[in-house]
């Protein structure tokens, strides 16, 4: 793991963006995985002036996003699919028809789930793949288990997700309780990860990811067997490392 440490939330999100640019230089064709949430916004905004400076176009670029919500209309403000189109996808040259979320609305998750892992590896997988992480080490919506889900599923949010998360919706009666998301599987076949953690809230958890036992019950710590990939941390999210 290449751990990182800057300043703050800006410097992260610069940081972030030199790389994930220099990765779409080096390749057009890149198929990136994509996260949403607080974290990555600073990220969006600095890849978008970035294409706005002629720097990188995203016109060949393939993005999968890691989750969405289930049940939860597309069109829906709180979804993931509005969350992209407004934090990154309608400021760029993408074409939407290269952009990939699950479908929230799909009639049958399973299948949705088994579509949607296809999908990924028809295109031979995930050349960079973006994360967060929660305060409980989900990656993805991979929450705190027995076991590393391997491929895209549907998942039961745990309570911590959904405290953290219910800030996203009206109110807590309108928040799905489950989402599809991409496996630990699916994640750990990336060539490259690019993992960000910004906050206090975050510090006890990094520090667990970085130096705790390898564990489902932490899905994050199983990055510690990736071998391409750098941690990315504000001064409050990494005050745990030394
Ligand atoms: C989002 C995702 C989640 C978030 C995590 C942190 O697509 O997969 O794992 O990265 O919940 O969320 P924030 O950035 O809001 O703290």
Redesign the pocket.
Known sequence: MRVIQVENYEKMSKLAAKIISSQIILNPKIKIGL??????VGLYEELIKLYKEKEISFSEVLTF???EYYPLKNSHKSS?HVFMEENLFKHVDIKISNTHIPNGEAENPFEEALRYEKAIEAVGGIDLQL????ING????NEPSDYFEKETHLVDLSKA?LN??AKYFDDRESMPTKAI?VGIGTIMKSKKILLLASGTS?SEIVERMIYGKVSPKVPASILQFHNDITVILDKEAGKGLK
């Not at 996260?35 to 990555?40: D, E, K, R, Y």
């Not at 989900?138 to 919506?141: A, K, L, T, V």
């Open positions: 996260a949403t949430g607080s974290t990555p996003n890691l989750d993931y994360l967060g992480i929660g989900h990656i993805g919506f997700t953290s998360n998301s975050k």
